[in-house]
């Protein structure tokens, strides 16, 4: 697709469970940011990739929270033993290589825990 | 990254130029100027950024002062599509390992 596509567009499940959230972002892209974003709320930065680099990891709230990037390309977000103050937009990003390059974003997956 | 301090709210009338402030007065000398806007239940947009130069595309114009430690997004004729989130961001170039921080943004209501 042309844009940063992410899946499943609504996520609802219980407290306590596990749940993975995709990103594919635009073909070529080499970095790719997750973000939070509570009702109401502004975008709460999660996790960078950027290239080959180690992650920048630095916005994780919790050691429940995990992301990896598989072959430099698609993303999985995971929140393990889901809480209720989980639940918000999950947002990702991707951007090309290039120095002042624009981010692009997803329409975002929709958390509600229960 | 340098953090960047907006009003949380703005007004402006339908067809009237919006002027949106920014200030980073802690900004570094390799850091850019961006600008991103989030329409309800949207994801965000791009719309410009800047070094130290004023720039201007198809969206808005880019005021940014001579010691950078502030600038100004302009939208010369504004529309009831432009209500939104405007964010500024400051951030070192990619290459060198810059991140978007978004902080809480300027909440801009476009009315007819």
Redesign the interface.
């Known amino acids: 697709g042309a844009g940063v596509s992410q899946s499943p567009s609504n996520k609802v499940t219980e407290k306590g469970k596990d749940v993975e959230l995709r990103c594919d972002p635009i073909s070529g892209h080499t970095a790719l940011y997750w973000y939070r974003q509570s009702l109401g709320q502004g975008l709460e930065f999660l996790i960078y990739f950027q290239g080959n680099s180690a992650p920048d990891k630095s916005g994780l709230p919790s050691d429940r929270f995990s992301a990896e990037r598989t072959g430099g390309s698609v993303s999985t977000l995971t929140i393990q033993r889901t809480q209720q103050e989980d639940s918000a937009v999950y947002l990702c990003a991707s951007s090309s290589a290039y120095g002042q390059a624009e981010a692009f974003f997803g329409q975002g997956t929709r958390l509600t825990v229960v | 990254d340098a953090k960047t301090t907006q009003p949380p709210s703005m007004d402006c009338a339908e067809g009237r130029a919006a002027n949106l402030p920014c200030n980073h007065s802690t900004i570094s000398g390799n850091e ?1 100027v ?1 600008w ?1 806007r ?1 329409i309800h239940s ?5 719309i410009i ?1 800047g ?1 130290k130069n004023n720039e201007t595309n198809e969206m808005a114009s880019l005021i940014i002062t001579e010691d950078r430690k502030s600038s100004t997004l302009i939208l010369p004729h504004a529309t009831l599509r432009d209500t939104a ?1 405007y ?1 500024c961001i400051v951030r070192v ?3 060198q ?1 810059g ?7 300027t909440e801009l209501s476009v009315k007819p």
């Open positions: 850019y961006y991103y989030q949207q994801g965000p947009q791009y950024h070094l989130v964010y170039a990619y290459n390992g991140k978007l921080i978004f902080g809480q943004g």
